[in-house]
Each structure stands twice: as structure tokens, then as C-alpha cells.
């Protein structure tokens, strides 16, 4: 588990705090801003505070208090959840143009998962007493922030089902395609990579990194992916889909 520095208190790097001008830039596109009223999208923009956090450094730890909702500009983070016993459970790795901590903003409660960065990164932060703000005077962004939980709590509710009924080849090669269209930050457009080592992609579906690399060295050899240190290269998406939908013979 990471290393408890206090409540909502990520370290920064040594290099140089970014301008937050330079950072907005990069929310123009954001799938969840455009669907704001202009109105909120600026509010929302404008209280926005940014942060900067250390590799192996906790963004927020579970457990502690909400300090608002983030939104990942560039760098990588981890996802994960603790259980009473002490074990451990990487929901997801994740990169930039991901929003996190959706739930507590709502709830006023406590942070149900830890995240922690996995490279150096640079976020934006919409501080809890801005959200609580907005709340009380845009009857809208109540149905936004649910809408943004909502589609989270889905995506997290598909890979808990396919976990359950699928063979790990389709889990591998189902993982592999979403992260290569939907991202979570981790594509990488212009090489047709997801950007990922095997250890965190075991992690993700629950199982050893031998079992994944045995899958992957097997989609190596049919040529569908082409493995390189820190991501995998997809080389053939139809046979790849295919083997997310059935198991295939390799």
C-alpha cells in the first residue's frame, strides 16, 4: 500500500509547476465537459487547481477524506482497493483524460479506493468546497456528476462480469481492445499500442503475470500483438476481436 503522507496531499515533482492555462487547453475535448451547459463548463474550469504528484506517490489513499474530483492531464495512475484482511485488488491502470474519484464528491464520504501514480503526473483538481458550491446552485450538475459515476460504475460492472465467464485468452484480448479504444489514457494512436506492462495488465484481471505473458506470447506468435518493453502492439484488430469473442486457435 502507499505510503501515507496525510489527506489529500500529493507530493510534486521537482520539475517546475505547469501554468494551468497551458493544462486547460488539453479539456476541450473532454467527453464529460462537453456535455455541460457552457454556463457550468466554465465554472466548473475556472475553480479547477493544479497538482502534481511523484511516481510511487498517492494522489488520495482509501480511507481519506474527499478533497474533490480530478481529472489526470498526463502521467499514469493505479487504481485500487483494499480489503480488511490486507489483500489488495488493482482495479484499473490509467492514464490522462480520466476523471477520478467520482463517488466520494457525491456521498461526502470517504475515498473508497486508493490511487496512486505510477510515473510522475500532473492533474487537475475541482476542490470538494467548489463541487459542494456548484452543487447548491446548478440543479444540472447533480445529473452530470451521476452521469459521470454511472458510466465508471458500468465499465467496472462489464469487467467484473467477464471475469467471471470468460477464459483468460478472451480476458486478455477483451482488455486489449478497450484499452486501445476507450484508452483510459494508456493508447498510443500512432504505433497502435496500449501502453502497459504485463504485471499491471495481471493485475487488472486478477491473475499471475506467467499467465498473461503465456497468452500474449501466444498472440505474439499468431501475429496479432508484437510485445515491447512497457506496451503491446496490436498488429492484427480483427483477429484480435475475434479472440475476445471465442477462444481461438493459435
Known amino acids: 500500500m502507499a505510503e501515507r503522507l496525510g489527506p489529500g496531499l500529493p507530493v510534486q515533482p521537482s520539475a517546475a509547476r505547469p501554468r494551468k492555462d497551458e493544462l486547460v487547453v ?83 464520504g470517504k475515498r473508497e479506493v486508493s490511487a496512486t501514480a505510477t510515473a510522475d ?56 481492445l478497450r484499452l486501445s479504444v476507450e484508452g483510459y489514457g494508456l493508447q498510443d494512436p500512432a504505433r497502435a499500442a496500449v501502453i502497459l506492462h504485463q504485471a499491471e495488465l495481471a493485475a487488472m484481471l486478477g491473475v499471475t503475470r506467467k499467465a498473461v505473458n503465456g497468452v500474449l506470447r501466444g498472440f505474439a506468435r499468431a501475429g496479432i500483438v508484437e510485445l515491447r518493453k512497457g506496451r503491446v502492439v496490436i498488429r492484427d484488430v480483427a483477429r484480435l476481436t475475434r479472440a475476445a469473442q471465442a477462444p481461438e486457435s493459435l
Open 121 to 176: 503526473s500532473v492533474l487537475l483538481l475541482l476542490p470538494q468546497r467548489e463541487i459542494d458550491a456548484i452543487l447548491a446552485t446548478e440543479v444540472t450538475a447533480w445529473r452530470a456528476l451521476s452521469a459521470l459515476l454511472a458510466k465508471q460504475m458500468v465499465g467496472a460492472l462489464d469487467l467484473l462480469t467477464e471475469r467471471l465467464i470468460l477464459s483468460l485468452p478472451m480476458l486478455v484480448a477483451r482488455r486489449l
Open 26 to 108: 488539453q479539456l476541450r475535448d473532454d467527453p464529460w465537459l462537453a456535455t455541460l451547459p457552457e454556463p457550468l463548463r466554465e465554472r466548473i474550469v475556472a475553480a479547477m487547481v493544479v497538482r502534481c504528484v511523484a511516481q510511487d506517490r498517492p494522489v488520495y489513499l482509501q480511507g481519506d477524506p474527499c478533497d474533490g474530483l480530478y481529472r489526470l492531464i498526463s502521467g499514469r495512475m493505479r487504481l485500487e482497493r483494499f480489503l480488511n484482511a490486507g489483500e489488495d485488488g488493482v482495479l484499473f491502470t490509467i492514464g490522462p483524460g480520466f476523471w477520478l474519484g467520482a463517488l466520494a464528491p457525491l456521498t461526502g
